[in-house]
């Protein structure tokens, strides 16, 4: 009947998935993009995946690492999550204090940790001295009844819709669009792209990513906005990221990529879209509204000091 914390192994990701969506419905993600997320980690982020195991079955997981790429130096995060059936048992503690532990060896001094906006939630992190800070939102959207756009019957001069498969043979444009977007990107961990192999690796290989219904807007023959889109292979849809150069802002190009993806989803038999926004992030929240996306679920990143 003990309950202990271990490394997740290539053999639990079935079982960890499972719990994870118990936990969270609103995420996308499979057992080969877990396995994909610890294999392909950069070197630097140090990040370990966490079971809590009792009796041989798992009752939570969850990643704990370095942000190599933050701007900050000694920052870290932590993504605890337990299955709703085991909660109060003590479960989330043991695997919080492993992820503190583990992250405060590496050289950590500030821990940020997503806790979903429900009081238990909140209540558990400020006991253990977590301080509220920013807030971001789930919205999702009925893609079997949205009423997406037509697509247009002309462009604009000079404007062209592509999608990242054509980028197959050479995708270091979309590395650089990426790096310019996430430059803006509100969050509590700023960073930064340096490594063009880490990002093929965590970004450009994950096997969520779809590089056909990931959409791409060019001008000129130039990068200017795009989205990609993540799927479980079965009905969900994610927009991983979405973004526009900061050149060609101002111009509906965002909206113009990510409408494009919805109807090649849409097409592809996906039937629910997610998305998840900063609060602070307006114009992709009034760019998703416009879609009709609604509100899903709702959680604030906590920080607390380590080390």
Not at 286 to 293: M, P
Request: glycine share 8%; aromatic share 8%.
């Amino acid at each position: 009947m003990t309950m202990i914390v271990r490394d997740a192994l290539p053999e639990d990701m079935s079982r960890i998935t499972q719990v994870r969506r118990a936990a969270l419905p609103f995420l996308v993600e499979t057992p080969e993009s877990l396995l994909a997320q610890v294999r392909n980690a950069a070197p630097a982020g140090r990040r370990r995946m966490f079971v809590v195991e009792q009796d041989g079955e798992i009752l939570g997981a969850g990643h704990a690492g370095i942000a190599h790429d933050g701007i900050e130096p000694g920052q870290a995060f932590a993504t605890p999550v337990i299955h709703p059936d085991h909660r109060g048992r003590g479960a989330g503690t043991l695997m919080l204090r492993a992820a503190e532990e583990h992250v405060a060896a590496e050289g950590a001094t500030t821990l940020f940790a997503w806790v979903l906006d429900r009081p238990e939630c909140r209540a558990f992190a400020e006991r253990r001295g977590y301080r509220p800070g920013r807030a971001a939102r789930f919205q999702r959207l009925d893609l079997a009844r949205a009423a997406l756009p037509e697509a247009p019957a002309a462009l604009p001069p000079g404007v062209e819709l592509r999608t990242a498969a054509d980028y197959a043979a050479d995708p270091r444009p979309l590395y650089e669009a990426d790096a310019e977007a996430v430059l803006d990107e509100p969050s509590d961990i700023p960073s930064e792209f340096d490594s063009y192999e880490e990002w093929l690796d965590s970004t450009w290989r994950n096997p969520l990513l779809d590089h056909r219904l990931s959409s791409v807007v060019t001008v000129d023959g130039r990068v200017a906005a795009f989205t990609a889109a993540h799927t479980d292979g079965r009905s969900r849809y994610l927009s991983g990221m979405t973004g526009t150069m900061r050149a060609y802002r101002g111009r509906g190009l965002a909206k113009l990529a990510k409408a494009d993806s919805l109807r090649r989803a849409r097409a592809a038999g996906y039937t629910e879209a997610i998305t998840h926004n900063d609060e602070g992030n307006a114009p992709m929240l009034a760019v998703n509204t416009w879609f009709g996306y609604e509100f899903f679920a709702g959680e604030v990143r906590h920080v607390r000091t380590v080390g």
